[in-house]
């Protein structure tokens, strides 16, 4: 059980605390990046219930249309909709790259739990897979989520909605397209490098987008 527990987190503490550190000048209190941690944590089981009454009910008759609503929209967007009515009008919520911060810390708090949750009913064995592809890709989500609010905060009124709606809706467009590549079944594996590799590519320029802003905005 330890074991399982401590291979589900790992990964996604690991890529946390990359991303937490990379805020050079103001960390953010753990306090409040664990509080986004255990919100994002909290997500997943009324959204497997969701998922689960969706199946069931087959309320959708293709299964991609059931994996762009029912996985890509639902989780980002409730993931999104914490990190916006939790922590957008946060007062430690004062730099760009914080928005990445916590984007990171919500969406990664939802993968751990739903990796040690699928460890537990698979297996330990399939860790290293999880921690490449679910996790990660989870994690880079939150990037992208976090940029685009960060840049829909610290911009013109005319600019907000605009960025806002990005960081709502890229997010979930990715996921959808990384659960559809999932279901090629044969063919996938030789289409998921690519676009895992393009994901890391993105998300880590606008990570290095926002943190060049925030120098910026502390040396001027």
Same mark, same amino acid.
């Given at each position: 059980?330890?074991?399982?527990?401590?291979?589900?987190?790992?990964?996604?503490?690991?890529? *946390?605390?990359? /991303?937490?550190?990379?805020?050079?000048? $103001?960390?953010?209190?753990?306090?409040? @990046? &664990?509080?986004?941690? !255990?919100?994002?944590?909290?997500?997943?089981?009324?959204?497997?219930?969701?998922?689960?009454?969706?199946?069931?009910?087959?309320?959708?008759?293709?299964?991609? *249309?059931?994996? /762009?609503?029912?996985?890509?929209?639902? $989780?980002?967007?409730?993931?999104?909709? @914490? &990190?916006?009515?939790? !922590?957008?009008?946060?007062?430690?919520?004062?730099?760009?790259?914080?928005?990445?911060?916590?984007?990171?810390?919500?969406?990664?708090?939802?993968?751990?739990?739903?990796?040690?949750?699928?460890?537990?009913?698979?297996?330990?064995?399939?860790?290293?897979?999880?921690?490449?592809?679910?996790?990660?890709?989870?994690?880079?989500?939150?990037?992208?989520?976090?940029?685009?609010?960060?840049?829909?905060?610290?911009?013109?009124?005319?600019?907000?909605?605009?960025?806002?709606?990005?960081?709502?809706?890229?997010?979930?467009?990715?996921?959808?397209?990384?659960?559809?590549?999932?279901?090629?079944?044969?063919?996938?594996?030789?289409?998921?490098?690519?676009?895992?590799?393009?994901?890391?590519?993105?998300?880590?320029?606008?990570?290095?987008?926002?943190?060049?802003?925030?120098?910026?905005?502390?040396?001027?």
């Amino acid at each position: 059980m330890i074991a399982i527990i401590s291979a589900g987190i790992a990964p996604g503490l690991a890529l *946390l605390s990359y /991303f937490y550190l990379k805020d050079q000048y $103001e960390t953010e209190p753990v306090t409040l @990046v &664990l509080r986004s941690f !255990i919100f994002g944590a909290l997500l997943v089981f009324p959204i497997m219930f969701i998922q689960y009454i969706l199946e069931i009910e087959a309320v959708f008759a293709s299964q991609f *249309l059931y994996t /762009f609503v029912a996985v890509g929209f639902l $989780e980002e967007f409730f993931k999104w909709f @914490v &990190l916006f009515f939790t !922590i957008y009008q946060h007062v430690q919520f004062n730099e760009h790259y914080d928005g990445i911060v916590y984007g990171v810390s919500v969406s990664l708090g939802f993968a751990s739990l739903e990796n040690i949750l699928y460890l537990f009913a698979n297996g330990v064995e399939y860790a290293l897979g999880r921690a490449i592809l679910p996790v990660s890709s989870h994690a880079l989500f939150g990037v992208i989520m976090g940029y685009y609010l960060g840049k829909g905060k610290f911009t013109t009124s005319e600019q907000r909605t605009k960025w806002i709606l990005f960081s709502c809706t890229i997010p979930i467009l990715l996921h959808s397209i990384y659960d559809s590549i999932l279901l090629s079944y044969l063919n996938w594996k030789y289409i998921m490098v690519p676009f895992m590799l393009f994901l890391w590519w993105f998300a880590l320029h606008k990570a290095k987008k926002a943190r060049i802003k925030m120098i910026d905005s502390k040396l001027h």
